[in-house]
């Protein structure tokens, strides 16, 4: 196992469009984490599932922000009608319940 | 308040010293503690995690933790100009998520 893979690595994107990102875990990994991540600050935590239930929603997520995990495998992060402010490095990372999270290599969003 | 709490620095050291990051936080429930590394344009990438008191030694990096004082830190020693990136401070309760500090930039000198 390779660790996290996140895909594509960088997306540009008009405003209004709507885009999504992928992920997948280290494979005995039962929790999976989404945060975004702006130049100089560090990473706010999105949502979180474990196994295919989604157990954390941010309150600052906006609606247009949706994330599924089917089957408790990979996940997707679909951001609807974006925005200049959603421009920032989505991050996924994976975990067991109790252990540390490794992150995958981030998705580049820009919007223009 | 946040959550987590780091200096943002730059924390700038000389190469072959100590360089002493800082973090506290505010959620007594949080149960374990997590030290990042993250290079410019980079995803963070774990150092080291602790989660009982005292110390903890990992090659040229120690992290200690003191939960009364709801505090933590990283000591890097023999710093190295390779050392020089944003270090992440996060914490989790049980069942909960990871939340992080917003990172000191760290810069040692030659």
């Known amino acids: 196992d390779t660790g996290v893979s996140q895909d594509?690595?960088?997306?540009?994107?008009?405003?209004?469009?709507?885009?999504?990102?992928?992920?997948?875990p280290i494979s005995e990994h039962n929790r999976l984490y989404w945060y975004r991540q702006t130049l100089g600050q560090g990473p706010e935590f999105l949502t979180y599932f474990q196994n295919e239930a989604q157990l954390e929603k941010s309150r600052l997520?906006?609606?247009?922000?949706?994330?599924?995990?089917?089957?408790?495998?990979?996940?997707?992060?679909?951001?609807?009608?974006?925005?200049?402010g959603d421009s920032a490095m989505y991050l996924c990372a994976s975990s067991l319940d109790k252990g540390e999270a490794f992150f995958g290599q981030g998705t580049r969003l820009t919007v223009v | 308040?946040?959550?987590?709490?780091?200096?943002?620095?730059?924390?700038?050291?000389?190469?072959?010293?100590?360089?002493?990051?800082?973090?506290?936080?505010?959620?007594r429930g949080s149960q374990s503690f997590f030290w990042y590394r993250q290079y410019s344009g980079k995803s963070p990438?774990?150092?080291?995690?602790i989660y009982s008191n005292g110390d903890k030694e990992d090659g040229r990096f120690t992290a200690q933790l003191n939960?009364?004082?709801?505090?933590?830190?990283?000591?890097?020693?023999?710093?190295?100009?390779?050392?020089?990136?944003?270090?992440?401070?996060?914490?989790?309760?049980?069942?909960?998520?990871?939340?992080?500090?917003?990172?000191?930039?760290?810069?040692?000198?030659?």
């Open chain 1, 61 to 84: 997520l906006s609606d247009r922000f949706s994330a599924e995990r089917p089957k408790g495998s990979f996940s997707t992060l679909e951001i609807q009608r974006t925005e200049q």
């Open chain 2, 67 to 110: 939960k009364a004082s709801q505090y933590v830190s990283l000591l890097i020693r023999d710093s190295q100009p390779s050392d020089s990136a944003t270090y992440l401070c996060a914490s989790k309760a049980a069942g909960n998520k990871l939340t992080f500090g917003g990172g000191t930039r760290v810069l040692v000198k030659p």
């Open chain 2, 45 to 49: 990438e774990l150092i080291m995690f």
């Open chain 1, 8 to 24: 594509p690595r960088h997306k540009i994107t008009k405003r209004g469009q709507n885009v999504t990102f992928r992920c997948d």
């Open chain 2, 1 to 27: 308040q946040k959550e987590v709490e780091q200096n943002s620095g730059p924390l700038s050291v000389p190469e072959g010293a100590i360089a002493s990051l800082n973090c506290t936080y505010s959620d």
